[in-house]
């Protein structure tokens, strides 16, 4: 059995079967009108965003097909703005993956912390990671693009918190469905001082931030969100924080600890975060961890980590620049390469993670291995093969460190034998859309039958594992849900995917990589 990184840093950890209701907080009226018209331009946004991702990647009409590969084909219907992926017999090659989204927007904040310039490298191209640089915009941190690679740029470091740059006035920040731009940056601000006001589309506002919320304001934060949802916006009136102690809950998502720990070294005083019930995405928290320490921060942890460990941030530290950091690739997009190499028995190499890993999300390739495929771990890459004589199996696997990863799953269970059982996702109902349900219909669609409970789902495949013809695929606004339903082409049948362009989200080439190796 293979060791990540990931997996040696923490034990598994449970994810709640119940929900905690957030805490309720107040939050200002808004004008109607002026949201109004605000998400009005931001739709218009979104259409010229999803155009201009169809006219970059040579997508016609539906009557020009593309064929990245010898076989398999796209086609766009512009007018009903659906992409139909034609099957997929085999993926076989080697795919390079894109920078981690969480890493990503991590690494820029952190950067924009420090004492220093930073040079952060393989950033990945996408929404969310433009929400944060368009935020980092706003606030004057200083931000150099490099002209030659987009994939790079330079921050110079405020060395301790970000402060308003108009202290008279509100700075207003649109961070769309970014939760790695949402979660992290209201406790950053809480250290500085200004006047804020953070929102997003209309399901950010569906998305809880009330524990976050509660936790800044047990160390003394001026900051509330809307009180009837616990969601954004969120404003705040900062001052700077003196430390301090507060206890928050770790069962809804893994970001509220992760954002409080890395504003926690900007604060007066020491600051201690204790978990009052139980941490789910365990292995993010990690992450976090380690990167504060490439930034020069150590956190303590006290107390077992599968009860309630309490992190402890010592105010004789500061983030420092290590001069130039490079994101890993995104564990959870290699996933779909993975399981489209165990689906059809072909062999696909992914490159940019492996077994010294950061990211929790690595852990998928093992569940591939519990199916059927054989897997093969080096140090920056992971390879999946099946052997076309053994047949996929279903599993019943506890998904709470990789929700993410755990979408594509889904897709896989469709072509095992016997059902699979999906358990500790009830933080998919809290993603980009109401995931479990999402999932559910869409499985359901292409001719699973699937139970569904409160944090669980049970998927049995399509009778003889043939999933039903030309079915359009919903995605939600979704960026996973739209890669995650593509392998349904690997079935040997055409997938409708509806909106690909909201593969922008995280990653924008994803059809293209999907076609360089498909036949």
């Given at each position: 059995?293979?060791?990540?990184?990931?997996?040696?840093?923490?034990?598994?950890l449970?994810?709640?079967?119940?929900?905690?209701?957030p805490?309720?907080?107040s939050?200002?009226s808004?004008?109607?009108?002026?949201?109004?018209?605000?998400m009005a331009?931001?739709?218009?946004?979104?259409?010229?965003?999803?155009?201009?991702?169809?006219e970059a990647?040579?997508?016609?009409?539906?009557?020009?097909?593309?064929?990245?590969?010898?076989?398999?084909?796209f086609?766009?219907?512009?007018?009903?703005?659906?992409?139909?992926?034609?099957?997929?017999?085999?993926?076989?090659?080697?795919?390079?993956?894109?920078?981690?989204?969480?890493?990503s927007?991590?690494?820029?904040?952190?950067?924009?912390?420090?004492?220093?310039?930073t040079?952060?490298?393989?950033?990945l191209?996408?929404?969310?990671?433009?929400?944060?640089?368009?935020?980092?915009?706003?606030?004057?941190?200083?931000?150099?693009?490099?002209?030659e690679?987009?994939?790079?740029?330079?921050?110079?470091g405020?060395?301790?918190?970000?402060?308003?740059?108009?202290p008279?006035?509100?700075v207003?920040?649109?961070?769309?469905?970014?939760?790695t731009?949402?979660?992290?940056?209201?406790?950053?601000?809480?250290?500085?001082?200004?006047?804020?006001?953070?929102?997003?589309?209309?399901?950010?506002?569906?998305?809880p931030?009330?524990?976050?919320?509660?936790?800044?304001?047990?160390?003394?934060?001026?900051?509330?969100?809307?009180?009837?949802?616990?969601?954004?916006?969120?404003?705040?009136?900062?001052?700077g924080?003196?430390?301090?102690?507060?206890?928050?809950?770790?069962?809804?998502?893994?970001q509220?600890?992760?954002?409080?720990?890395?504003?926690?070294?900007?604060?007066?005083?020491?600051?201690?975060?204790?978990?009052k019930?139980?941490?789910?995405?365990a292995?993010?928290?990690?992450?976090?961890?380690?990167?504060?320490?490439?930034?020069?921060?150590?956190?303590k942890?006290?107390?077992?980590?599968e009860g309630?460990?309490?992190?402890?941030?010592?105010a004789?530290?500061?983030?420092?620049?290590?001069?130039?950091?490079?994101v890993e690739g995104?564990?959870?997009?290699?996933?779909?390469?993975?399981?489209?190499?165990?689906?059809?028995?072909?062999?696909?190499?992914?490159?940019?993670?492996?077994s010294?890993?950061v990211?929790g999300?690595?852990?998928?390739?093992?569940?591939m291995?519990?199916?059927?495929?054989?897997?093969?771990?080096?140090?920056?890459?992971?390879?999946?093969?099946?052997?076309?004589?053994?047949?996929l199996?279903?599993?019943?696997?506890?998904?709470?460190?990789?929700?993410?990863?755990?979408?594509?799953?889904?897709?896989?269970?469709?072509?095992?034998?016997g059902?699979?059982t999906?358990?500790?996702?009830?933080?998919?109902?809290?993603?980009?859309?109401?995931?479990?349900?999402?999932?559910?219909?869409e499985?359901?669609?292409?001719?699973?039958?699937?139970?569904?409970?409160?944090?669980?789902?049970?998927?049995?495949?399509?009778?003889?594992?043939?999933?039903?013809?030309?079915?359009?695929?919903?995605?939600?606004?979704?960026?996973?849900?739209?890669?995650t339903?593509?392998?349904a082409?690997c079935?040997?049948?055409?997938v409708?995917?509806?909106?690909?362009?909201c593969?922008?989200k995280?990653?924008?080439?994803?059809?293209e990589?999907?076609?360089s190796?498909?036949?």
């Amino acid at each position: 059995m293979r060791i990540t990184a990931a997996s040696a840093a923490l034990a598994a950890l449970p994810l709640a079967a119940a929900f905690t209701a957030p805490h309720r907080q107040s939050h200002p009226s808004t004008s109607s009108r002026g949201t109004a018209l605000q998400m009005a331009s931001k739709s218009r946004e979104k259409i010229a965003s999803r155009t201009k991702w169809a006219e970059a990647r040579g997508y016609g009409d539906a009557a020009s097909d593309g064929a990245p590969s010898g076989g398999m084909t796209f086609a766009l219907d512009e007018s009903k703005n659906q992409l139909t992926v034609t099957p997929i017999k085999s993926l076989d090659g080697t795919v390079t993956l894109p920078g981690s989204k969480s890493l990503s927007n991590r690494c820029l904040l952190l950067a924009a912390l420090s004492d220093g310039s930073t040079k952060v490298e393989n950033l990945l191209e996408s929404d969310d990671i433009r929400y944060m640089l368009e935020a980092l915009d706003t606030l004057k941190v200083p931000v150099e693009r490099d002209a030659e690679d987009k994939t790079a740029v330079t921050v110079t470091g405020q060395a301790g918190p970000i402060n308003s740059p108009t202290p008279d006035e509100t700075v207003e920040l649109f961070l769309g469905n970014a939760g790695t731009a949402m979660r992290p940056l209201p406790a950053a601000l809480c250290m500085g001082k200004g006047k804020f006001v953070l929102d997003g589309v209309p399901r950010m506002r569906e998305r809880p931030i009330a524990d976050l919320i509660d936790g800044l304001q047990q160390l003394g934060a001026d900051v509330s969100c809307v009180e009837e949802t616990g969601c954004p916006p969120v404003t705040i009136d900062a001052d700077g924080l003196k430390g301090g102690e507060c206890a928050i809950s770790g069962k809804m998502s893994s970001q509220f600890l992760s954002s409080l720990l890395m504003a926690a070294p900007l604060a007066e005083g020491d600051v201690t975060i204790r978990i009052k019930d139980e941490l789910i995405s365990a292995p993010y928290v990690s992450l976090t961890i380690g990167l504060m320490k490439k930034f020069g921060v150590d956190v303590k942890i006290e107390g077992d980590m599968e009860g309630t460990p309490s992190f402890i941030i010592t105010a004789d530290q500061k983030y420092t620049s290590p001069e130039s950091i490079l994101v890993e690739g995104d564990a959870s997009s290699a996933s779909y390469f993975l399981a489209g190499a165990a689906i059809t028995g072909g062999t696909v190499t992914v490159r940019g993670c492996g077994s010294e890993s950061v990211q929790g999300d690595v852990a998928f390739a093992d569940v591939m291995e519990q199916m059927g495929a054989t897997v093969t771990w080096a140090p920056e890459s992971i390879t999946v093969t099946r052997d076309p004589n053994t047949r996929l199996k279903g599993v019943d696997v506890d998904c709470g460190k990789i929700p993410d990863a755990a979408m594509t799953l889904a897709v896989a269970a469709l072509f095992a034998e016997g059902p699979t059982t999906i358990r500790n996702v009830y933080s998919w109902r809290l993603k980009e859309t109401e995931r479990m349900k999402a999932i559910v219909a869409e499985c359901t669609k292409l001719g699973a039958t699937v139970e569904e409970f409160e944090d669980y789902c049970i998927i049995h495949p399509p009778e003889g594992n043939k999933v039903n013809e030309d079915v359009v695929i919903e995605t939600y606004d979704d960026h996973r849900m739209a890669m995650t339903f593509s392998l349904a082409a690997c079935g040997g049948v055409n997938v409708i995917i509806d909106d690909p362009g909201c593969t922008a989200k995280t990653f924008p080439t994803y059809f293209e990589m999907l076609g360089s190796i498909a036949s």
